[in-house]
């Protein structure tokens, strides 16, 4: 079935709906980012788990720390779902079929959507386990064209033309900052730092260049990664209210390439030249990173949950 008309992701909605309970239906939706996935271990009372496979429409989730599932129960009260693992365009997926769980939890009636990843920082006063809240993008994907709205619109899910410049809800942000501030145990035991920003979207799965990295910087990008913001243009579409924030796994060293004319010519004046090992990210230490702070994020998002 096609992706450009509302058939498939009903389906799928139907699909979950004969094995969810009507009275469990969730309001709120989580994604976990790359080794988040433990934020569905907070859920309680009676987990309901899908996995993707067995949902019609759903693509498979190939990516090392992305269980691919959806774990439905309650949350700090609230009737909620995770996203064990999403869809990235690098995995070879099309932008519709990335964003199509997105589509199906509105029809299921969520209204809120909470976005998590781990991210590069590349502003210079973050540090490796900070969380930064999301309040403006820069999709340069977007901007040549790889948008999850392209091609035929869905009419029932929302306009044509979106407005995209208040993505990220000011009354959530304020309602996350609040619970932080609150929360002496985070703040003083735990020394977690939150950060407010822009998030920089890149497909990957390659990680940036130095020249890549200095530019998304000199655009007033504090953090960059591979995912979120097709999930939440088109949750802001369908008229949900969106949460996004950053996990910081791994800071970015800004630098240039080693100049291969200045070394060989230094080399034939017979000096000693020395270069520095190029400093590389690897996911291994992305996951390693989110490990470190899951807990916390589990604590930080169930208070925002609880006083949404």
Request: hydrophobic share 45%; aromatic share 6%.
């Amino acid at each position: 079935m096609s992706l450009d008309s509302v058939t498939l992701y009903q389906e799928a909605a139907d699909f979950i709906k004969s094995k969810v309970p009507a009275a469990s239906l969730p309001q709120i939706a989580i994604i976990c980012g790359s080794g988040l996935g433990g934020l569905a271990d907070t859920i309680d009372q009676d987990k309901i788990v899908l996995k993707y496979t067995e949902i019609p429409g759903f693509v498979t989730s190939t990516v090392a720390g992305h269980a691919g599932q959806f774990v439905f129960g309650k949350l700090s009260g609230k009737n909620v779902v995770c996203m064990q693992g999403r869809f990235h365009s690098y995995e070879g997926h099309s932008q519709k079929q990335c964003v199509f769980p997105v589509r199906v939890l509105r029809l299921l009636g969520v209204e809120t959507l909470i976005v998590t990843n781990a991210a590069g920082g590349l502003n210079k006063n973050f540090n490796v386990g900070d969380v930064m809240l999301i309040n403006d993008h820069l999709s340069l994907p977007g901007l040549v064209g790889i948008n999850p709205l392209v091609g035929k619109n869905v009419d029932e899910f929302g306009a044509r033309f979106p407005a995209v410049n208040d993505v990220y809800s000011l009354e959530l942000r304020k309602i996350a900052a609040r619970a932080w501030l609150n929360n002496s145990y985070l703040v003083n035991e735990r020394k977690l730092v939150l950060r407010e920003g822009t998030y920089a979207w890149i497909v990957g799965p390659c990680y940036e260049t130095d020249v890549e990295c200095r530019m998304l910087h000199n655009l007033e990008c504090d953090v960059v990664g591979m995912s979120t913001v097709p999930e939440a243009v088109v949750a802001k579409q369908c008229g949900m209210k969106i949460l996004a924030f950053s996990l910081v796994t791994d800071v970015v060293k800004f630098g240039y390439p080693a100049r291969a004319l200045d070394i060989v010519q230094a080399e034939l004046r017979g000096e000693v030249v020395e270069t520095a090992k190029v400093a590389e990210t690897t996911h291994e230490e992305v996951l390693a990173a989110a490990a470190a702070r899951a807990l916390d994020l589990q604590i930080l998002v169930k208070d925002i949950i609880r006083d949404i």
